[in-house]
């Protein structure tokens, strides 16, 4: 008996088919899959490129701030570009990837605008053109069809120093009619009012001239600080509103020089005060930093605790840098007060000392990444 062999053939040929078809999925499988492996990682390094980008240049707009300096802006920036490098590579960055722009915001709804200008710039743009500058690029894990295939990422980031608004809370008790450099009376005289003219060597004025360093550093700055006053005895009174006009400052301490009431000193009623300018809706920027500025001799002897003053301006996010005057100072509750709020206490002992305490909250100001 013979078999017909021509009945297999068919089977045979779409067998053959059938091969050729599990090879074509199986190349069309790889290619999906590598194509997608490359998408992720495409992905991965554009989002390592952009974390760069942003440590790179939130350094840079720190070191700006800190040294007033572009050249140690950049210096900045490469450090930690090096220290966070992308895909394993060191992304260079020279000066021409970096702009520096005066950055400035009007409502809360409203974008910053930026104009460049090479003084007291207080913002920096940093484009990452390394990968463009590069003749290779970033390889792919899987070539396409066969052939490297490279990419080219870019990112920017531009990094702000935060704007201030900044409540001044000055201290113009009895003990402030004092010399700085001698210890001041008994409490009991302490107490008494003086409606009299101050002369230059005591702690009212020794303020008054460290207010006097810290409005010329506001005045000379890129950045619009705008600034209140509250003064306190036994009450406080609101003296001038946020402001980024300071006349009224200067005019009204040295109204209360020529005219120093004195009395006794109510610390939070103080800082009560200074929180309620803050809080000033027609006034106060919801974007910017609330820091209040507390000075006094430390001597608090009227009126309510003020660390329950202090705990209340800490729920309200506001940080609280106290600066102590004179020798005999009570240090440790301005302190406390600073703490309580993540704020800082310093003691001065010239009027030069008020523009570096100002620096140095300055530095502590939060910096701003925007894309």
């Avoid at 021509?6 to 078809?21: D, E, K």
């Avoid at 020279?94 to 950055?103: G, I």
């Avoid at 990968?131 to 052939?147: A, C, D, N």
């Avoid at 006053?229 to 040295?254: C, G």
Wanted: hydrophobic residues 40%; proline residues 5%; contains cysteine.
């Amino acid at each position: 008996m013979h078999r017909n062999l021509s009945t297999c053939r068919p089977y045979a040929a779409r067998r053959g088919s059938t091969l050729v078809m599990l090879v074509f999925m199986v190349l069309a499988a790889f290619s999906i899959a590598s194509y997608a492996i490359n998408v992720v990682y495409m992905e991965f390094a554009r989002t390592e490129l952009q974390i760069t980008a942003d440590v790179a240049t939130r350094a840079a707009c720190r070191a700006l701030v800190d040294y007033g300096s572009q050249d140690e802006a950049l210096w900045a920036a490469q450090r930690l570009a090096a220290a966070n490098p992308v895909r394993g590579q060191v992304v260079d960055i020279p000066m021409d990837d970096l702009q520096f722009a005066v950055a400035r915001r009007y409502e809360e709804e409203d974008d910053y605008d930026y104009s460049q200008r090479l003084s007291n710039p207080n913002a920096v743009h940093l484009t990452t053109e390394f990968y463009q500058r590069s003749h290779s690029g970033m390889e792919m894990l899987f070539p396409t069809l066969g052939v490297p295939v490279a990419f080219r990422p870019i990112k920017e980031a531009t990094a702000i120093q935060s704007e201030l608004d900044l409540a001044v809370v000055l201290d113009r008790s009895s003990s402030m009619a004092c010399p700085s450099s001698q210890d001041s009376p008994p409490e009991n005289l302490v107490e008494l009012p003086l409606v009299r003219q101050l002369p230059s060597d005591t702690r009212w004025r020794d303020a008054q001239a460290g207010m006097e360093e810290i409005l010329e550093l506001f005045e000379s700055s890129p950045q619009q600080e705008l600034v209140s006053l509250s003064t306190f005895n036994h009450i406080a009174t609101s003296d001038a509103s946020l402001s980024q006009s300071y006349q009224l400052l200067r005019s009204t301490m040295e109204s209360h020089g020529q005219q120093f009431a004195g009395g006794k000193s109510s610390m939070a009623d103080g800082i009560r005060n200074g929180l309620r300018l803050l809080s000033d809706e027609d006034r106060a920027r919801p974007w910017a930093s609330r820091v209040m500025l507390l000075i006094s001799d430390g001597r608090n002897n009227f009126g309510n605790d003020p660390m329950a003053a202090a705990r209340e301006a800490a729920d309200q996010y506001v940080m609280i840098y106290t600066i102590s005057l004179s020798d005999e100072a009570n240090e440790e509750v301005l302190a406390d007060i600073a703490e309580t709020t993540y704020g800082r206490h310093f003691h001065a002992t010239q009027p030069e000392d008020f523009r570096t305490i100002m620096e140095e909250i300055s530095r502590r100001l939060p910096i701003l990444i925007t894309h």
